[in-house]
């Protein structure tokens, strides 16, 4: 078969009947539609596809979806010995969708879909960097592939975010506004969220002189969602990535946000802010707290390098 779809049946998108019946319907000879709604379903499916000779793995979901689906093709390969991974497209029906809106096409699903169906091979793709997340947890190493990552205020926002019920971009830019004004002065969400998180890192091998980190991204795109250009570098290289790491506390980090929109860096006492090859975070509890692609993990400690180049359908 040319072209796989994976429809992970927990996103926004496809929670609706009528979109996942039309989804359905694109099944043919050429096409094979996957449904999912657990991640351990994705080893079983990229093999599949990859056994079939894919020229196209279209990924329908959130940013979660996409990170998984990198993930599952990364380990394939390794296992498989495939010289050649298919072209990867995202079709974006989460809730936010920040990986899809910087690499992605744009546009109604299903005319997307319908369009890459009819030409997988003639497709206009790209080749994407990648991060690879290697997380030291309580029980054994755990490897993945994605787009941005994230610890510090990172982790805190989507806590945050989730424990209201993480309903998409008006959500977030509602909780983004509270914390920048409560910056000035001295609310409770700003400190909570702003304030360092103890940690260690270390950064090409060496030991950063920081207690901990207010904010800490890295990334191979360059919005992180609402305009945030924290990583504005992203995506120059595919053997570094941009890293950006500050100990500010919340009186001095939250008004340089206006920067971040700018796409400048954040600047003062004790920041990072350079493309690296890769960069360590030791966590003092076993359950620290970070963030992948917009999905939350705990660990001893991470390790960030740079991933595989993936081919990625673009606009």
Same mark, same amino acid.
């Given at each position: 078969m040319r072209v796989h779809v994976v429809a992970n049946l927990n996103a926004r998108g496809l929670r609706a009947s009528a979109l996942l019946e039309r989804v359905r319907t694109r099944a043919s000879a050429d +096409?094979?539609?996957?449904?999912?709604?657990?991640?351990d379903d994705l080893d079983g499916i990229v093999r599949r596809a990859l056994d079939d000779g894919a020229s196209l793995v279209v990924l329908a979901g959130g940013d979660g979806t996409f990170m998984s689906g990198v993930t599952a093709l /990364?380990?394939? @390969?390794?296992?498989m010995g495939v010289t050649r991974l298919p072209t990867v497209a995202l079709l974006p029906l989460g809730t936010v969708g920040t990986v899809? @809106?910087?690499?992605?096409? @744009?546009?109604e699903p299903l005319a997307l879909l319908d369009r890459w169906i009819a030409d997988p091979e003639g497709v206009h793709a790209l080749p994407r960097p990648t991060l @690879?997340?290697? %997380?030291?947890? *309580?029980?054994?190493?755990? /490897?993945r592939v994605g787009f941005?990552?994230?610890t510090g205020l990172v982790a805190k926002f989507f806590e945050e975010y989730e424990a209201r019920g993480a309903t998409g971009v008006p959500l977030a830019g509602r909780i983004v506004a509270r914390v920048f004004a409560e910056s000035f002065t001295g609310?409770?969400? *700003? /400190?909570?969220?702003? %304030?360092?998180?103890?940690?260690?890192l270390e950064v /090409?091998?060496?030991?950063?002189?920081?207690?901990? +980190?207010?904010?800490?991204?890295?990334?191979?795109v360059r919005d992180l969602g609402l305009g945030m250009k924290v990583c504005y570098r992203a995506g120059e290289r595919t053997d570094r990535f941009h890293l950006v790491a500050s100990a500010l506390r919340p009186a001095e980090l939250g008004p340089r946000a206006p920067r971040v929109i700018m796409g400048k860096t954040i600047g003062g006492d004790g920041h990072v802010d350079a493309l690296v090859e890769r960069f360590t975070v030791r966590f003092p509890e076993p359950d620290g707290p970070w963030v992948l692609d917009g999905d939350m993990f705990r660990a001893r400690s991470i390790t960030v390098? *740079?991933?595989p180049v993936m081919r990625v359908v673009a606009p």
């Amino acid at each position: 078969m040319r072209v796989h779809v994976v429809a992970n049946l927990n996103a926004r998108g496809l929670r609706a009947s009528a979109l996942l019946e039309r989804v359905r319907t694109r099944a043919s000879a050429d +096409v094979c539609v996957h449904e999912t709604t657990s991640v351990d379903d994705l080893d079983g499916i990229v093999r599949r596809a990859l056994d079939d000779g894919a020229s196209l793995v279209v990924l329908a979901g959130g940013d979660g979806t996409f990170m998984s689906g990198v993930t599952a093709l /990364d380990h394939a @390969r390794a296992t498989m010995g495939v010289t050649r991974l298919p072209t990867v497209a995202l079709l974006p029906l989460g809730t936010v969708g920040t990986v899809a @809106r910087n690499l992605g096409e @744009r546009g109604e699903p299903l005319a997307l879909l319908d369009r890459w169906i009819a030409d997988p091979e003639g497709v206009h793709a790209l080749p994407r960097p990648t991060l @690879r997340v290697t %997380s030291e947890t *309580a029980t054994g190493p755990e /490897d993945r592939v994605g787009f941005i990552v994230g610890t510090g205020l990172v982790a805190k926002f989507f806590e945050e975010y989730e424990a209201r019920g993480a309903t998409g971009v008006p959500l977030a830019g509602r909780i983004v506004a509270r914390v920048f004004a409560e910056s000035f002065t001295g609310g409770p969400l *700003a /400190d909570r969220i702003l %304030s360092p998180m103890p940690c260690e890192l270390e950064v /090409d091998g060496v030991r950063q002189p920081i207690a901990g +980190v207010s904010l800490l991204c890295a990334a191979v795109v360059r919005d992180l969602g609402l305009g945030m250009k924290v990583c504005y570098r992203a995506g120059e290289r595919t053997d570094r990535f941009h890293l950006v790491a500050s100990a500010l506390r919340p009186a001095e980090l939250g008004p340089r946000a206006p920067r971040v929109i700018m796409g400048k860096t954040i600047g003062g006492d004790g920041h990072v802010d350079a493309l690296v090859e890769r960069f360590t975070v030791r966590f003092p509890e076993p359950d620290g707290p970070w963030v992948l692609d917009g999905d939350m993990f705990r660990a001893r400690s991470i390790t960030v390098t *740079a991933g595989p180049v993936m081919r990625v359908v673009a606009p």
